[in-house]
């Protein structure tokens, strides 16, 4: 069993190296934790500095002081897209840590007990597959007071169906495997299973679909700081944008307070995908096609070779 | 008869997913009723009177539930009194009869409001949603069908980038470089309050309205359908039965479209219902953008200005919608392919 | 299984048609009152003339009419459509006196109680029905039985009866002389009376959607899309000057920068508001004139000090303010430690005027200019609160209260759908570290907010605004000690002086000595910091010049889409 699962991830590496978009996707990803962890020492200005702004400062075009720009506030656009980057990954991380997690409970319990838990979680799963998400998170949100956790909170507790329907449909095939029923027959306990049998084989997967939700939780906070629903003290890339645009950003010129925080959005999310959908190919030959378990947004592929 | 019991009981569940959104509905927005008496800047000539008015007006002083006067602050109290008049009853009584309230801002009903909203955002996402659906399926083939050369490479990079793009910000990009350099109208659906000589140029103004919105959309759904298609004819492609009709003299053309085509649809029709809630999403964006007076413009309005009955309205509106919409394709679904109903265990 | 494909998606283009088709040309929440009096354009295919093309003029603003009901509507770009399509005895100007309007002259009893109005004869409503006293007296008697119309509450409170004695005379009986009825009997509409009689009792008056909007103004209503558009027309039987424009479009942007784009590239040919950092552009544009000014109706934005006493403080409310916050030194010392001009600069590009009081500078004489402000001045302020022993005790650059014990750190909070306020909050609470004041700064949802204010008290510092009117009552009101328990006044300020001059004024009917009374109440709430008022923001509009001329821009209100205006600009030759 062990054999196993570890050729498997010896496997695994050796075919990551050989696909680009995974690799693509891990740099973009890199380079941007980094420019997020090194924020104070990479931004030419601290966001807490106080700074004597005149009103020639409000949104000056690029030049030598200030490499991107100034914002509406004067404040150096270049160094609150760096900072702002810490805001973006850390929500997205958070919130999406909070929805494989629900999403994989969910969807390994769901999978191993099958019968009526299974039944039960499915359904409720459907339902909340079906009401729109941004829609949702607009009303939570709005309704309640705007801070960070609350968006992390919100995105992350909207974003786990797709995670459950996967993880229970690789769960569903793991479970018939010979060494799982052996471990049955020997008598070992249903957690005991689930952790040393199913869980290495669903990890991958999550991980796969973890780097996908991400980027959709990367997304679904800078839609909501752009509408103007998240706490305008925590500057990410989103309330940057929903500061140029409803500030006169685009009346007075300034593009690069709307093309800068804009790309380094694409960036993370392109990054993030293109790693998602690499992994997903790696993963590829592991997965069972079951056309009922179309995840979200992920699909999972009958197994079998490209053609060459 | 398999079939039949299969319909049933989608339709079951569709009916219980509605259920839960309504109740969902409700104490989303009992937890905090919201005042309609209040503005961001407030007026020095709104008494205290007048405020307690308007809230008797919107019915805000009736106990919410059973045994709960009100919600936010908790209160309890009243269980013994008319079960019936209380707001939740109310609340799904109006609904029973397709009243979804009054707007507190504007005084009207929130149905009529949003009727023509709700035509206003099918037209726009519905005409984005052809569009992609068959730029995706023709490029995903292509794509597919050329794999591993240049043209497979370069769509798969534009349908991850396009699939990148926050839908709000490429909207922006748009609008202010159409509008500046072919001047293409900023927002709307029309040029307001234009007489029209005929409905050539009725369509005309509707179309240079339709124009950005549409683009905006059909970018960013675009790329999803594009890859799926092409995952999913890539792996049609292998087939045995490709080979055999190769071997049989069919030419490619032919093959990519009796076979490739034909048996990647079913998944496309998954895809595009699930896609629904997430094509809601961009309705939003791209409807505060470009002011484009539909649905999802009345949610962000709304929110802006607490106007919560608008907002619940149209979140009831937006979750039906696509619920029936997901039955559909349910339903579609299953007549197109047979093996489903015996792999539903309902 | 490709027929199938096909016939869905014809399907689906055949429905979106369909509901092109319907939703264009005939939109049922839009709303077109079928009227004789067209005055665009015949559509017959065979005409020998072309009969000139009417002169639209396109208005671009961020907001709309929340209804079209006079009695339910509070945004102001309702009233602005109000004072087009509707008459009212009297009118108010652009240097915010007020002149008749319908009425012709004016007799008061010798106690001003009784109001004997003439009004001019043969006006005609919208639909041809003649305008008599009798519809004065309806809509008078309307707004009055209405307490849930939110401002006619306020402006028909005194009205003890009306009566109309023949067609062109109407009694108004007051319970009490009041000397600013000319500005609140300009806010009370003249409705039709055959049309609102249906509608006049209970919910009906406020469900009324008044979809017609007939009136008897120098404009007309052709059609109304809510937060949409509204399409007036002139009105060619108007008893006053007739509009020299056809017709005229206001057209709702959702957000500012549309609006903007949108008169550079000629979809619109007036804007009523812009963002402040769009000036700099616009200014450039060959074809478009900016002009700034005291806008007619001024938006106040107030720093709010949590100044209520124990006495004071209502019943079952909290009154957890800040205790630092009662002297009135420390508020001088906030007040000599705030750069106002450095708000001006950056908050509103400049465009604005240091503030005083909650009467401001656009309110015309009623505004006390002769006020000398505090002096932006940092050690002053940081003498100020040394001399009455707020000194920092522990060295952390906190001062702390005379007892050395609370340290003078403020909760400062403002609601989160204000676009001013954190910037705001973010600069104040930067000057004011330098005299030892910390602030925890915070944005509260504003129903929230409502509920920390008044008459809870359970705040310290608040960033909120005020809208206004143009009679100085409204907004001296709010400083009462009367209205402290019912939640009106939001600073718990108690001041006998105060209370006592208030109700003079209300009372006084000569204009100068009315004036001074506002005037030594303006300095009394000023010396005492009642509010803190940053600045008077400007108005900033701009029109095409080579579309419409004849815009006022001479007087010392700024208001574009007022009627004055559109009754005097025309298409340009």
Redesign the interface.
């Known amino acids: 069993m062990d054999d196993h699962a570890a050729s498997d991830f010896r496997s695994f590496f050796h075919n990551l190296g050989h696909n680009w978009m995974a690799l693509a996707g891990a740099l973009m990803l890199i380079i941007a934790i980094l420019v997020a962890v090194f924020a104070p020492w990479i931004a030419p200005y601290s966001p807490k500095a106080?700074l004597k702004?005149?009103?020639e400062d409000?949104?000056a075009a690029p030049n030598s002081a200030h490499w991107f720009g100034t914002d509406?506030?004067?404040r150096d656009v270049l160094s609150n897209f760096i900072f702002g980057a810490r805001i973006s990954l850390i929500v997205g991380f958070f919130a999406s840590f909070i929805s494989v997690f629900i999403g994989g409970s969910i969807g390994i319990i769901a999978g191993f007990y099958g019968g009526r838990v299974e039944n039960l979680l499915m359904r409720f799963t459907d339902i909340m597959l079906v009401i729109p998400d941004l829609p949702l998170a607009v009303v939570l949100v709005a309704l309640t007071?705007?801070s960070l956790l609350n968006i992390i909170f919100v995105i992350g507790i909207l974003g786990w169906t797709g995670t459950a329907r996967l993880v229970r449909s690789q769960t569903l095939s793991v479970k018939e495997r010979k060494f799982v029923l052996r471990a049955r027959a020997i008598g070992s306990s249903n957690l005991h299973i689930i952790r040393q049998h199913i869980f290495p084989l669903v990890l991958p997967l999550m991980v796969a679909n973890t780097v996908l939700v991400i980027s959709l939780a990367i997304l679904e906070e800078s839609t909501l700081s752009f509408l103007?629903l998240a706490?305008?003290?925590n500057l990410s890339w989103g309330q940057m944008l929903n500061f140029a645009?409803?500030?006169?950003?685009?009346?007075?010129?300034?593009w690069w307070a709307l093309v800068a925080p804009g790309l380094g959005i694409v960036w993370v999310v392109l990054g993030c995908t293109l790693l998602g959908h690499g992994l997903e190919q790696i993963l590829n030959p592991r997965l069972e096609w079951h056309h009922l378990s179309v995840g979200q947004k992920m699909v999972e592929r009958k197994s079998g070779q490209m053609p060459s | 008869m398999k079939r039949l019991l299969y319909l049933l009981n989608r339709v079951k569940w569709a009916l219980i997913s509605i259920v839960f959104v309504i109740v969902l509905n409700f104490f989303l927005f009992r937890v905090?009723p919201?005042?309609p008496?209040?503005?961001?800047?407030?007026?020095?000539?709104?008494?205290?009177?007048?405020q307690q008015?308007?809230r008797?007006?919107f019915g805000l002083d009736k106990p919410v539930i059973n045994c709960f006067e009100s919600l936010n602050p908790l209160k309890l109290g009243g269980c013994l009194e008319n079960p019936l008049d209380t707001q939740f009853f109310i609340y799904v009584g109006n609904l029973l009869r397709g009243e979804l309230g009054?707007s507190y801002?504007?005084?009207?009903p929130v149905a009529?409001?949003l009727?023509?909203a709700l035509?206003?955002t099918?037209?726009l996402i519905?005409?984005a949603q052809?569009i992609s659906i068959?730029l995706g399926i023709v490029l995903g083939l292509v794509a597919a069908w050329k794999s591993r050369t240049i043209i497979d490479f370069s769509v798969l990079v534009a349908s991850l980038v396009a699939w990148s793009l926050p839908t709000f910000w490429l909207g922006i990009m748009l609008?202010?470089s159409g509008?500046?350099w072919l001047?293409l109208?900023?927002?709307?659906?029309?040029t307001?309050?234009a007489?029209f000589?005929n409905?050539l140029e009725?369509?005309l103004d509707?179309g240079r309205h339709l124009l950005l919105p549409t683009l905006t959309f059909t970018i960013v759904v675009m790329g999803e359908y594009m890859l799926v298609m092409r995952s999913t004819v890539l792996e049609v492609l292998s087939e045995d039965y490709i080979l055999t009709a190769k071997a049989k003299g069919l030419n490619t053309f032919q093959i990519l479209?009796d076979h490739a085509?034909?048996n990647a649809?079913l998944p496309m029709v998954t895809i595009i219902a699930l896609n629904l809630g997430f094509t809601v999403a961009g309705a939003i964006q791209i409807e505060?953008v470009f002011?484009w007076?539909g649905l999802g413009?009345a949610i962000f309005?709304s929110v802006?200005r607490?106007d919560y009955p608008v907002l619940q309205g149209a979140f009831l509106l937006i979750a039906f919608s696509v619920i029936t919409a997901n039955l559909i394709a349910d339903l579609?679904y299953s007549y197109?392919d047979p093996r489903i109903q015996a792999e539903d265990n309902g | 299984?490709?027929k199938?494909?096909w016939f869905?998606?014809v399907f689906?283009?055949f429905?979106?048609i369909v509901?092109?088709?319907?939703?264009?040309?005939t939109?049922?929440?839009s709303t077109k009152p079928s009227d004789q009096n067209q005055p665009?354009?015949t559509?017959e295919e065979t005409k020998p003339t072309e009969p000139p093309k009417p002169s639209?003029l396109?208005i671009g603003r961020a907001g709309s009419e929340?209804?079209l009901?006079p009695g339910?509507a509070?945004?102001s770009e309702a009233w602005v459509t109000f004072e087009l399509v509707y008459s009212a005895l009297y009118m108010q100007k652009l240097d915010g006196s007020f002149t008749f309007d319908l009425a012709t002259s004016v007799s008061a009893s010798p106690d001003n109680k009784v109001l004997t109005y003439k009004i001019k004869p043969g006006v005609k409503f919208h639909d041809g029905v003649p305008l008599t006293a009798k519809d004065v007296v309806f809509s008078y008697d309307l707004y009055k039985a209405h307490?849930?119309?939110?401002?006619m509450?306020?402006?028909t409170k005194y009205f003890d009866k009306v009566e109309a004695p023949d067609d062109t005379t109407v009694v108004l009986t007051l319970t009490e002389p009041i000397p600013n009825i000319e500005s609140q009997l300009g806010y009370c509409f003249i409705l039709p009376e055959h049309i609102w009689s249906k509608v006049a009792e209970g919910?009906a008056a406020?469900?009324f959607?008044n979809e017609g909007l007939i009136g008897s103004g120098p404009f007309k209503l052709?059609?109304y899309?809510?937060?949409?558009?509204t399409?007036l027309a002139k009105n060619p039987d108007y008893y006053g000057t007739v509009p020299k424009v056809d017709?005229v479009?206001f057209?709702?942007?959702?957000?500012?920068?549309?609006?903007?784009?949108?008169i550079k590239?000629g979809?619109i040919d007036m804007i009523t508001e812009?963002?402040?950092?769009?000036v700099?552009?616009?200014k450039n544009e060959k074809n478009i004139k900016l002009v700034t000014g005291a806008p007619l109706a001024p938006?106040i934005t107030d720093i709010i000090f949590n100044q209520v006493s124990p006495e004071n403080c209502p019943k079952d409310a909290k009154c957890a303010g800040h205790p630092a916050l009662r002297d009135r030194i420390v508020r001088q010392a906030l007040a000599t430690a705030t750069n106002k001009q450095?708000l001006i600069?950056?908050v509103l590009?400049?465009l604005g005027a240091p503030g005083l009081t909650l009467i401001a500078d656009g309110m015309g004489d009623w505004y006390n200019n002769t006020i000398k402000d505090y002096p932006f001045d940092i050690p002053q302020a940081n003498k100020m609160l040394d001399d009455a022993g707020y000194k920092d005790v522990n060295n952390d650059g906190v001062r702390e209260m005379p007892d050395g014990q609370k340290p003078l750190v403020f909760r400062l909070n403002w609601?989160?759908?204000?676009?001013v306020a954190?910037?705001l909050a973010?600069l104040i609470s930067?000057t004011w570290e330098q005299i030892g004041v910390k602030t925890q700064?915070q944005?509260?949802?504003?129903?929230?907010l409502?509920a920390m204010c008044c008459p809870t008290f359970d705040y310290d510092i608040l960033i909120?605004?005020?809208?206004?009117?143009p009679d100085p009552s409204?907004?001296l009101?709010?400083m009462q000690t009367s209205v402290i328990p019912?939640?009106?006044s939001e600073t718990g300020y108690s001041n006998p002086e105060y209370d006592q001059l208030f109700d003079q004024q209300s009372k006084e009917m000569d204009p100068v000595n009315r004036k001074e009374l506002v005037w030594k109440m303006q300095e009394i709430v000023f010396k005492d910091v009642v509010y803190l008022v940053p600045f008077y923001s400007q108005a900033v509009q701009a029109y095409r010049t080579d579309r419409f001329t004849g815009w006022i821009t001479d007087q010392p209100k700024l208001a574009l889409d007022h009627v004055i205006n559109l009754l005097a600009v025309e298409p340009v030759k």
């Not at chain 2, 109208?185 to 029309?190: Q, T």
């Not at chain 3, 944005?443 to 929230?448: L, T």
Request: aromatic share 6%.
């Open positions: 106080t702004i005149s009103i409000i949104y509406d506030a004067g007071k705007p103007g706490d305008p003290t645009f409803t500030r006169g950003g685009l009346s007075a010129g300034a | 905090l919201g005042d008496a209040r503005a961001g800047v407030r007026d020095p000539r709104l008494t205290a009177q007048a008015a308007l008797q007006r009054t801002q504007s005084g009207r009529e409001m009727g023509q035509l206003n099918v037209l519905g005409i052809i068959f609008l202010f509008s500046y001047n109208p900023v927002m709307g659906k029309m307001a309050g007489d000589n409905n009725m369509f509707l479209k085509l034909r649809l505060t002011s007076p413009l309005n802006g607490r579609l197109l | 299984m490709l199938l494909r869905v998606a689906l283009a429905s979106m509901t092109a088709c319907g939703g264009a040309a939109a049922p929440t665009s354009p559509k639209i396109r929340d209804t009901n339910t509070m945004l307490d849930d119309f939110p401002y509450n306020g402006y919910k406020t469900e959607q052709v059609e899309k809510q937060n949409e558009f399409h017709e479009i057209q709702k942007f959702e957000n500012r920068d549309a609006l903007v784009q949108a590239t979809q812009m963002p402040n950092t769009a700099a552009t616009l938006d450095e600069d950056i590009l400049g609601p989160s759908d204000s676009t954190p910037r973010e930067k700064p944005a509260v949802d504003p129903d929230a409502t909120w605004g005020w809208g206004s009117d409204f907004l009101r709010v019912d939640g009106t």
